[in-house]
C-alpha cells in the first residue's frame, strides 16, 4: 500500500467550496488504497488576517504568543477537512503539529524541525483512517511551547512527514500548474517545468521562488524525498523535485526567482583588519539574523565598507546589533535601504557554459537596470537592484535566455 503525503495551500483550501473539492481529492487518493496523510495550510488570508490583528494590538507582541496566534489558522482548515470527509464517509482525524510529533528548536517564527515522532499519525494510518496534520507548526522540546515553522512552512511539514512515514511521493498542491521558469504572475510566457533537481529547487526557492519553502527542499533533498508541485484546480501533472538523475529536461537555466522582501545593510569604513568580518557576522548570527548576500570592497587607505542583505523584517534587530559595535571597532554609520530586491538566474548547465553572467548583465544593462550588488554560486547568478526595477529585470533576463513558452510561427505551414 502506497503512502501519500498531500499538501494543500492557503487558496486551496480558501473557502468552503474549495475545501470541499480538496474532500474530494483526498477520498479519492484513499479510496485508491493509499495511506492518506493530508497537510492544510490556513485559508488564503487567514494568517496575514492574523498577523495584521497582532500588530493592531502591539508594534512586538510576544513571540510566543504571535505563534499560538498564528497556529490557529491552519486547525480552522484541519478541522473543516475533517468534517468535510465525514460527511462524506470516509474517517479521518485531525491534528496539529505537536500532536502528529513535529518537534522543533525554541526559535518562535522560523522554528527549525529537529525531530519527527508521528506514532500517532502512523496509528491512525493503520487504521485505515485520513490523518490530516495543521501545517506550519510544531512543539519545542526545550521548552514546551508551540513554534511555527516560518512563512510558507507548511511546505516544510509535509516534506518532512513524507521522509519520517517514508512517503512514496509528496504532492504540494497550490494554485499554479508547478514550478515555472519565472513567477507566473510576473512573466506572461514563463513555462512549467516538468523536472527540476534538488540543488536547482534549492536555489529558485532561496532566491525567492515561494512555490516551495527553501527548507521543505533541504528535507527532501536530505531524505530523498520525491516532490511533485502541482495544481489542486486540475488533475495535470507538475513539476517533480528529484535528483538530478531524474531530471527530463537538460537545459542550461531553469529559471529566474526574484525576491522583494530584503534590505541591504552597509557598515561603512570597516577598518581593515583581521577578524573585523568575522566579528560583525558573529554577532548578527547570534541574534538570530538570516544574512544572504554579503559584497565587502577592496580597501582603500585601510578601510572598506561592507554590506549584506537580511529579511526586512530583521532589520531592526540587525542595526541594533550593528550600530554599537560598528562604533567600538572604529568603523562609520550602518546604513539601510529597504528600496530593493533581488533577481537570481538558476541552472546546473551553467557550471560547464561560460558567459552565462555576462550576459544577464547585458540584458539587465539593456533594461536600463542598474546593479548594486552580484553574487553567485557554481549554478546561480544573483544581483540586487532597485526595488522598481525587479519586474522588469525579471522579464528582461527571462527573455534574453529564451525561457518562455515556445509560441507558434504566425503563418507557418
Ligand atoms: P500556497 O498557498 O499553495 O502555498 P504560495 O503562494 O505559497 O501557494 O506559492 C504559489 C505561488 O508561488 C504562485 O501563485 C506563484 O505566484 C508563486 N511563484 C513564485 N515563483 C514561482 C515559480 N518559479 N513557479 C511557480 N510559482 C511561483
Ligand atoms: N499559513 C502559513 C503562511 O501563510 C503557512 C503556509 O501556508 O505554508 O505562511
Ligand atoms: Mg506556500
Known sequence: ????????????????????????????????????????????????????????????????????????????????????????????????????????????????????????????????????????????????????????????????????????????????????????????????????????????????????????VEFGRNHGVRIHVRSSFSYRTGTWVGPQEDKVEDAIISGVAHDTSEAKLTVQHVPDKVGVASQLFAKLADANVNVDMIVQNVSQEGATDISCTVPRGEVDKATAVLEPLAKQIGAGDVIVDSDIGKVALVGAGMKTHPGVAAKMFSALSDAGVNIQMISTSTIRVSVVVDAAQVEDAVRAVHDAFDLGEEHEEQGAG
Open 1 to 216: 500500500m502506497a503512502i501519500v503525503v498531500q499538501k494543500y495551500g492557503g487558496t486551496s483550501v480558501g473557502d468552503v467550496e474549495r475545501m470541499k473539492r480538496v474532500a474530494d481529492r483526498v477520498q479519492r487518493s484513499h479510496k485508491a488504497g493509499n495511506q492518506t496523510v493530508v497537510v492544510v495550510s490556513a485559508m488564503g488570508g487567514t494568517t496575514d488576517d492574523l498577523v495584521g490583528m497582532a500588530s493592531a494590538i502591539s508594534s512586538s507582541p510576544p513571540q510566543r504568543e504571535l505563534d499560538m496566534l498564528l497556529t490557529s489558522g491552519e486547525r480552522i482548515s484541519m478541522a473543516l477537512l475533517a468534517m468535510a470527509l465525514a460527511e462524506r464517509g470516509v474517517e479521518a482525524k485531525s491534528f496539529t503539529g505537536s500532536q502528529a510529533g513535529i518537534i522543533t528548536d525554541e526559535v518562535h517564527g522560523k522554528a527549525r524541525i529537529v525531530d519527527m515522532t508521528p506514532a500517532r499519525l502512523q496509528e491512525c494510518l493503520d487504521e485505515g483512517n485520513v490523518a490530516i496534520v495543521a501545517g506550519f507548526q510544531g512543539v519545542s522540546r526545550k521548552t514546551k511551547d508551540i513554534t511555527t515553522l516560518g512563512r510558507g512552512g507548511s511546505d516544510t511539514t509535509a516534506v518532512a512527514l513524507a521522509a519520517a512515514l517514508g512517503a512514496d511521493v509528496c504532492e504540494i498542491y497550490t494554485d499554479v500548474d508547478g514550478v515555472f521558469t519565472a513567477d507566473p504572475r510576473i512573466v506572461g510566457d514563463a513555462r512549467k517545468l516538468d523536472s527540476v533537481s534538488y540543488e536547482e529547487m534549492l536555489e529558485l526557492s532561496a532566491q525567492g521562488a515561494g512555490v516551495l519553502q527553501v527548507r521543505s
